[in-house]
């Protein structure tokens, strides 16, 4: 029978001069290239269609990662590109009759970093590139490799807040919005649908923490936020996997979701944004 090609993601590595490099420990996720199609609708129902500048992203959900490659995701310094940012290769499908792409020209297009409340809750990532290029190429030439990282799970993990209310759970993200660099200079044959590149339009970090006690009201209602400092530290053992993100200047944000049933275990939600300056280098990552 024919083989059916899913477009799930099978493997993802960095890439650099055809040589693969670990990203993570385990990872999977989602590819998807948006045609951007240009359509004119004309009377008596004739359509005319034309494939425009392609929009290519990749979200991996993954553990075990470097510390220097999640501070991609958290640049320090105002900036409208990410340098030196890695190509990715990915493998799609069964890895035989599937497909694999080396995805080039990319930035960060968002990040999570994820540890939930149960005993079993180990640190996740979820990495979003968005890319210029994809080049595609035969699925068996590049085969994907990983880290052998532990990762980080629950008793790996100390949040230091302000107060101590003893974090439950978080989420870390930066919400990144990428544009198209798509200027009208001249394109050579099968490379009219490919922009020059990506820039970082906006960047928005926050902290979404849920915990056990009862944030300082006193804080939430003051006339001047004080700024707070935050700090996450992963630590399972090994210097080398060890990943810090520190956070100096965060205020509270949002509604307190505080919770009011009695007989179980109740949580506290609170948010964290920056308080007052630039969001880059809110949260440094070491």
């Known amino acids: 029978m024919s083989y059916m090609l899913t477009g799930e993601v099978t493997g ?4 650099a001069t055809g040589t693969p490099a670990a990203l993570a420990a385990s990872a999977k996720g989602r590819f998807s290239i948006d045609p951007n199609n240009a359509e004119f609708d004309g009377m008596g129902g004739q359509i005319q269609g034309k494939g425009g500048s392609l929009g290519i992203r990749i979200d991996v ?3 075990g990662v470097d510390a220097a490659d999640i501070a991609l995701w958290w640049p320090e310094t105002p900036c409208v590109q990410v340098a030196a940012f890695p190509d990715i290769v990915a493998t799609l ?5 599937g497909a ?3 995805l080039s020209a990319g930035q960060p297009a968002g990040f999570k ?3 939930g409340p149960g005993p079993d809750a180990q640190l996740i990532y979820t990495l979003g590139i968005g890319f210029a290029l994809a080049t595609p190429q035969a699925a068996a030439v590049d085969a994907a490799v990983y880290t ?3 990762g980080h799970s629950r008793g790996d993990v100390v949040v230091a807040m302000p107060g101590d209310e003893g974090a439950l759970s978080f989420d870390l ?3 990144i919005e990428l544009e198209m660099h798509d200027p009208l200079n001249a394109r050579g044959a099968a490379a009219k649908r490919f922009p020059e590149g990506l820039y970082i339009k906006s960047f928005k970090p926050q902290l979404s923490v849920v915990t056990s006690q009862l944030f300082t009201i006193a804080e939430l209602m003051a006339d001047v936020y004080t700024g707070n400092a935050i700090t996450i530290t992963c630590t399972n053992g090994t210097a080398a996997e060890n990943v810090t993100f520190t956070i100096a200047d965060a205020a509270p944000s949002g509604a307190l979701d505080s919770a009011m049933e009695s007989g179980t275990a109740m949580g506290f939600g609170q948010m964290w944004k920056p308080k007052t300056g630039n969001r880059f280098g809110w949260c440094k990552v070491t």
């Open 148 to 150: 052998t990282y532990l």
């Open 93 to 97: 499908d069964d890895g035989t009759n």
């Open 61 to 63: 959900d993954c553990v």
């Open 12 to 15: 993802v590595s960095k890439i």
């Open 173 to 175: 993200e930066a919400a």
């Open 100 to 102: 694999q792409y080396v």
């Open 113 to 115: 970093a994820s540890l």
